[in-house]
């Protein structure tokens, strides 16, 4: 038999549940405040009526309005709700059979708590042979089966039971809460079917998913869900489903006052037997049943007896221990005081009654990551607490605690944190390490140098208007060498230039000289090339002085006047009868066209328009001052907003490398780098 919850999302097809996985499962319903955790329970419940009995846990009195529909017996409203009385009433429901609200809103925290451990106790005892089905629902449910240090575990033990066993009596559980976080992973991790609505507290989607085994895709989705939406999963659904919880039958009084119906007809002649009966129970029963108050009152007194027995034994033990097994950390702490009290130095000097506040503890703690000081804190406040609780408070693994552990001692480097016993239980030894005779006249010695360190820093009150001239002068100086420096950057490049006119001439001196050599090879040519010299360096004007455009020489005159002196030269050495032949004329061919001594150069401009261009724009922003690959340069260009694949920016960065831009170098793990060229620096404006 299926029971109707509401539509799926977006599909809008009706959504079931098999009544008999919700009766006899373990449900988990969450939310956040005001997104309808208990407007689906109260679904949940008008739809199961009939079919088990059913007795909810009603912290706040808002499930009291089912009786506009529904014969719901209400403990603290039709009748008182005691203490005494809470056994008797497991076995007087069970024996009706009918369905009872208890009601907790008018009743003192710890004292309802109490009720509902002994009730559920009884109840889940007579359950192992009546084995009648009921459906239980438990609102506010991190009150009663907290995480260890939420707070008290009063009724923890017994839903443990019920989430572990209570399938094989015949009892179904509805664990409500609104911070999965809170609740202890013991019930969490038993609860196989899930209803979840509106949850953003990264601490309870982290516990839903390691606890809970809801998929990340899943969780992820969560913190959208609108009021009323909620997301199925676990056992009683064939695979993850969102839907939109449809309308209840009754008044859900969390958004309106509290009206309580009067109690059905069938259940007047209960109440009028059970009132009648709870006097004598009260009567009987009181004697063996020890008052709360007397309980605390009780528990305080052993606690604070064996507290104080333990802090006489450490105080005796304290200093013959820290000779024993710290003398050799004893200079250690005095040098380290030392530097503790330079560096608070311009801060009040105040008591330290708090072993945290210790100036060394303090100091240690700064050199934990964030996570492992909390631990600390959360031991030293609480201690005793297990591994898995430590790892629900910080949101964390429980192997991640021991690595924790060893890290904050090897920071102390003393034992600070144990752990012991089984489960795993760790407890702080700050107080044993610190709070000994030694460490308090070294408080005392930190105290003297503080009120040193105070008069001192009058002084500096005094003397500050002198540093504060010292520091503008300084301002001063240093703007000076900033403009030095700017100086000796001009004067270098001027050097730089002046090298490369240096260069220039050196070039034109040599050859200068490479041509005289050659008019030594043969006399006849000697007048000859020094009219070839004198006619070039008549063409030749200095460097500084020469005009942009040098007119060309007239070759052929050139030619001309060689031919004329050469054949001048020929004649005067007329050959004898003797002499060998010598050749009549000589033909010589000199082409001298255009002399230009500026050093062309190619100017790039950056059009970021194009991928050239903004790769460009990038070496003027002094980007390629440094070696580069192509995966920086490809994340550069998105920085600038230019979004550019990477396979067309390797190409572009070669071409640049071909126009003599880049220089390109592959290093040992097959990565290109690329440089800029020092002189295609200059080049791009």
């Given at each position: 038999?299926?029971?109707e919850?509401?539509?799926?999302?977006?599909?809008h097809?009706?959504?079931?549940?098999d009544?008999?996985?919700v009766?006899?499962?373990?449900?988990f319903?969450?939310?956040?405040?005001?997104?309808?955790?208990s407007?689906?329970?109260?679904?949940?419940?008008?739809?199961?009526?009939?079919?088990?009995?059913?007795i909810?846990?009603?912290?706040?009195g808002e499930?009291?309005?089912?009786?506009e529909?529904?014969?719901?017996l209400?403990?603290?409203k039709?009748?008182?709700?005691?203490?005494e009385?809470?056994?008797?009433?497991?076995?007087?429901?069970?024996?009706?059979?009918?369905s009872?609200?208890?009601d907790?809103?008018m009743?003192?925290?710890?004292?309802?708590?109490e009720?509902?451990?002994?009730?559920?106790?009884?109840?889940f005892?007579?359950?192992?042979?009546?084995?009648?089905?009921?459906?239980?629902?438990v609102?506010?449910?991190?009150e009663?089966g907290?995480e260890?240090g939420?707070?008290?575990?009063?009724?923890?033990?017994?839903?443990?039971?019920i989430t572990?066993?209570?399938?094989?009596?015949?009892i179904?559980?509805?664990?409500?809460t609104?911070?999965?976080?809170?609740?202890?992973?013991?019930?969490?991790?038993?609860?196989?079917?899930?209803?979840?609505?509106r949850?953003?507290?990264?601490s309870?989607l982290?516990v839903l998913e390691n606890?809970?085994r809801i998929?990340h895709?899943?969780?992820?989705?969560?913190?959208?869900?609108?009021?009323?939406?909620?997301?199925?999963?676990?056992?009683w659904v064939?695979a993850?489903?969102?839907?939109?919880?449809?309308?209840?039958?009754?008044?859900?009084?969390g958004?309106t006052?509290?009206?309580?119906?009067?109690s059905?007809?069938?259940l007047?002649?209960v109440i009028?037997s059970?009132?009648?009966?709870?006097p004598?129970v009260?009567?009987?029963?009181?004697?063996?049943?020890t008052?709360?108050?007397?309980?605390?009152?009780?528990?305080?007194e052993?606690?604070?007896?064996k507290?104080?027995?333990?802090?006489?034994t450490?105080q005796?033990?304290?200093?013959?221990?820290?000779?024993r097994?710290?003398?050799?950390?004893?200079?250690?702490?005095?040098?380290?005081?030392?530097?503790?009290s330079?560096?608070?130095?311009?801060?009040?000097?105040?008591?330290?009654?708090?072993?945290?506040?210790?100036?060394i503890?303090?100091t240690?703690?700064?050199?934990?990551?964030?996570?492992?000081?909390?631990?600390?804190?959360?031991?030293?406040?609480e201690?005793?607490?297990?591994?898995?609780?430590?790892?629900?408070?910080?949101?964390?693994?429980?192997?991640?605690?021991?690595?924790?552990?060893?890290?904050?001692?090897?920071?102390?480097?003393?034992?600070?944190?144990i752990?012991?016993?089984?489960?795993?239980?760790?407890?702080?030894?700050l107080?044993?390490?610190?709070?000994?005779?030694?460490?308090?006249?070294?408080?005392?010695?930190?105290?003297r140098l503080?009120?040193?360190?105070?008069?001192?820093?009058?002084t500096l009150a005094?003397?500050?208007?002198?540093i504060?001239?010292?520091?503008?002068?300084?301002?001063e100086?240093n703007?000076?060498n900033?403009?030095?420096?700017?100086?000796?950057s001009?004067?270098?490049k001027k050097?730089?230039?002046i090298?490369e006119?240096?260069?220039?001439?050196?070039n034109?001196?040599?050859?200068?000289?490479?041509?005289?050599?050659?008019?030594?090879?043969?006399?006849?040519?000697k007048?000859?090339i020094?009219l070839?010299?004198?006619?070039?360096?008549?063409?030749?004007k200095?460097l500084?002085?020469?005009?942009?455009?040098?007119?060309?020489?007239?070759?052929?005159?050139i030619?001309?006047?060689?031919?004329d002196?050469?054949?001048?030269?020929?004649?005067?050495?007329?050959p004898t009868?003797?002499?060998?032949?010598?050749?009549t004329?000589?033909?010589l061919?000199?082409?001298?066209?255009?002399?230009?001594?500026?050093?062309?150069?190619?100017h790039?401009?950056?059009d970021t328009?194009n991928l050239?261009?903004?790769?460009?724009?990038?070496?003027?922003?002094?980007?390629?001052?440094?070696?580069?690959n192509?995966?920086?340069?490809?994340t550069?260009?998105?920085?600038?907003?230019?979004?550019?694949d990477?396979?067309?920016?390797?190409?572009?960065?070669?071409?640049?490398?071909?126009?003599?831009?880049f220089?390109?170098?592959?290093s040992?793990?097959?990565?290109?780098?690329?440089?800029?060229?020092p002189?295609?620096?200059?080049?791009?404006h």
């Amino acid at each position: 038999m299926s029971i109707e919850i509401g539509h799926v999302l977006p599909t809008h097809e009706s959504f079931s549940l098999d009544i008999a996985n919700v009766i006899t499962g373990r449900t988990f319903i969450a939310s956040i405040t005001r997104f309808g955790k208990s407007w689906t329970c109260r679904k949940i419940i008008e739809k199961c009526f009939g079919h088990a009995g059913i007795i909810i846990i009603d912290v706040e009195g808002e499930y009291s309005s089912l009786r506009e529909k529904f014969p719901f017996l209400i403990i603290g409203k039709d009748i008182p709700l005691q203490l005494e009385t809470a056994e008797f009433m497991a076995e007087k429901i069970l024996e009706s059979k009918i369905s009872v609200i208890i009601d907790l809103s008018m009743t003192e925290v710890e004292l309802g708590k109490e009720y509902v451990n002994h009730f559920l106790r009884r109840f889940f005892f007579l359950e192992t042979t009546l084995r009648q089905p009921y459906l239980i629902a438990v609102e506010e449910a991190e009150e009663f089966g907290p995480e260890r240090g939420i707070a008290t575990t009063t009724c923890l033990e017994i839903l443990r039971n019920i989430t572990k066993k209570g399938g094989k009596r015949g009892i179904g559980i509805l664990v409500i809460t609104h911070r999965p976080a809170w609740i202890s992973k013991g019930i969490i991790s038993q609860c196989t079917s899930k209803a979840l609505g509106r949850i953003d507290w990264p601490s309870d989607l982290d516990v839903l998913e390691n606890f809970a085994r809801i998929p990340h895709q899943t969780i992820e989705k969560l913190p959208t869900l609108a009021k009323g939406e909620f997301c199925f999963a676990g056992d009683w659904v064939k695979a993850i489903t969102f839907v939109k919880v449809g309308q209840v039958k009754t008044t859900h009084l969390g958004f309106t006052p509290e009206i309580i119906p009067p109690s059905p007809k069938e259940l007047q002649g209960v109440i009028e037997s059970l009132k009648k009966a709870l006097p004598e129970v009260i009567e009987k029963i009181k004697p063996t049943v020890t008052p709360i108050e007397d309980i605390k009152k009780k528990v305080k007194e052993e606690v604070e007896a064996k507290y104080k027995e333990r802090i006489e034994t450490i105080q005796r033990t304290a200093e013959e221990k820290a000779e024993r097994k710290f003398k050799a950390k004893i200079d250690q702490l005095q040098e380290h005081i030392e530097k503790l009290s330079r560096s608070q130095a311009l801060q009040p000097t105040s008591p330290i009654s708090d072993v945290l506040e210790h100036p060394i503890i303090k100091t240690r703690m700064l050199e934990l990551p964030a996570k492992d000081r909390d631990m600390l804190i959360k031991i030293e406040r609480e201690p005793g607490l297990t591994r898995e609780q430590l790892a629900a408070f910080l949101t964390t693994s429980t192997n991640n605690i021991a690595s924790m552990v060893d890290r904050i001692n090897r920071v102390f480097r003393a034992t600070a944190i144990i752990g012991e016993g089984k489960p795993m239980k760790y407890k702080s030894l700050l107080k044993r390490l610190f709070i000994t005779d030694v460490a308090k006249r070294e408080i005392e010695e930190l105290e003297r140098l503080q009120r040193t360190i105070n008069q001192q820093s009058e002084t500096l009150a005094l003397l500050q208007p002198q540093i504060d001239e010292l520091r503008r002068k300084r301002m001063e100086v240093n703007e000076k060498n900033h403009e030095l420096e700017t100086l000796n950057s001009d004067i270098r490049k001027k050097d730089a230039k002046i090298t490369e006119l240096t260069s220039l001439y050196e070039n034109v001196k040599q050859e200068r000289e490479e041509l005289m050599a050659t008019a030594k090879v043969a006399a006849p040519l000697k007048t000859a090339i020094n009219l070839i010299i004198d006619e070039r360096m008549a063409n030749l004007k200095p460097l500084t002085n020469m005009p942009a455009n040098v007119p060309s020489i007239d070759e052929s005159a050139i030619m001309k006047k060689v031919e004329d002196k050469i054949k001048e030269e020929m004649a005067m050495l007329t050959p004898t009868p003797n002499s060998g032949s010598i050749p009549t004329s000589v033909s010589l061919e000199h082409k001298v066209t255009h002399f230009d001594f500026q050093k062309p150069e190619e100017h790039f401009k950056a059009d970021t328009t194009n991928l050239q261009g903004r790769i460009i724009f990038l070496i003027t922003r002094g980007f390629f001052d440094q070696r580069h690959n192509r995966k920086e340069v490809v994340t550069e260009l998105s920085n600038n907003g230019w979004v550019h694949d990477d396979r067309e920016v390797d190409a572009t960065l070669l071409e640049l490398c071909g126009k003599g831009i880049f220089y390109r170098k592959i290093s040992s793990g097959n990565v290109f780098w690329y440089t800029l060229q020092p002189e295609a620096k200059a080049q791009i404006h």
